[in-house]
């Protein structure tokens, strides 16, 4: 039975006072998934699904404002999701199209596209680079909008680039074998600079990863909520923000308060000292493909 309208609201307002803002995460990584099913619930077309699914995004980035997050990952199209028929795949891809260029529009957000755009149509691949260079001189949360991305194609795309960087320098392939680490390979990540998201959130039911920054989320805590995206609600967020505050966040060493700024694991993309965002002037946003 649904909570009355007024009792929910008073319910989200205590639960929103309860959270520790020292156990915060500074990046949190989302799947949002259910677009499809949402719609199917509603006897719609998939479109109708992607299309409430990218109206939920700014709002999700304000809540994550006014939560204090730093970092968001979105999860908007895997590279598995290409293989979709064409009719459903040109119009989420319009509809990805819109909505990245609505959230460069607001002015708000740092964007960072994260993936495989040589797989997109150049148009498409186009409209998304000039969408991320629009926010280039914001200052405000930092958001990364994974299309056409997959963890193993990035962790393939980060080998590849250090090689060929180590190549350019004049090491042979037998110095690079000997020499080469899990930093190293961290560092050509696509979200390298950033720090690793710390909490993970899918929406849907489902109960895995895909793939999802499969290298970056080695030590992240992972939140599965049974609500569909178009559907995830503010205090869904905060009973996620709940549930890692509550878990130990040991780390391989014994466990540290939230406030203590643990150190970075090994291959982490994480730096040591915690992390701020450096100017829009010198930060360097780079894209695949």
């Not at 999860?75 to 028929?85: A, C, E, K, Q």
Request: aromatic share 8%; proline share 4%; net charge neutral.
């Amino acid at each position: 039975m649904r909570m009355p309208h007024l009792l929910y609201g008073l319910y989200e307002k205590r639960l929103a006072a309860s959270l520790d803002t020292r156990a915060t995460p500074r990046h949190v990584g989302v799947i949002l998934d259910g677009n499809r099913r949402w719609a199917k619930s509603f006897g719609e077309p998939a479109a109708t699904g992607h299309r409430r699914g990218a109206d939920k995004i700014q709002e999700f980035l304000g809540w994550s404002e006014e939560l204090g997050v730093e970092v968001v990952t979105l999860w908007m199209l895997s590279t598995d999701n290409l293989s979709r028929s064409a009719d459903e795949l040109g119009a989420l891809l319009d509809i990805i199209k819109d909505a990245v260029c609505e959230l460069a529009s607001a002015g708000r957000w740092r964007l960072r596209v994260v993936g495989r755009l040589d797989l997109l149509p150049d148009e498409v691949a186009q409209t998304l680079r000039s969408a991320q260079s629009r926010t280039d001189a914001v200052d405000g949360l930092h958001v990364n909008v994974a299309i056409g991305y997959g963890g193993r194609h990035e962790i393939a795309d980060a080998v590849r680039s250090l090689l060929k960087e180590r190549a350019a320098q004049g090491e042979s392939l037998e110095e690079i074998a000997a020499s080469i680490d899990v930093e190293h390979i961290a560092e050509h990540l696509y979200t390298r600079g950033q720090p690793d998201p710390e909490l993970m959130i899918r929406t849907s039911g489902e109960q895995r990863l895909s793939g999802f920054l499969l290298w970056q989320s080695a030590q992240a805590e992972f939140y599965f909520c049974e609500a569909y995206w178009p559907d995830f609600r503010r205090v869904d967020y905060l009973r996620a923000l709940r549930a890692y505050a509550t878990r130990e966040r040991r780390l391989g060493r014994c466990g540290f308060p939230w406030g203590g700024g643990a150190p970075a694991a090994q291959g982490s993309t994480t730096v040591s000292r915690p992390w701020a965002p450096r100017s829009a002037s010198t930060i360097e946003w780079e894209t695949k493909g």
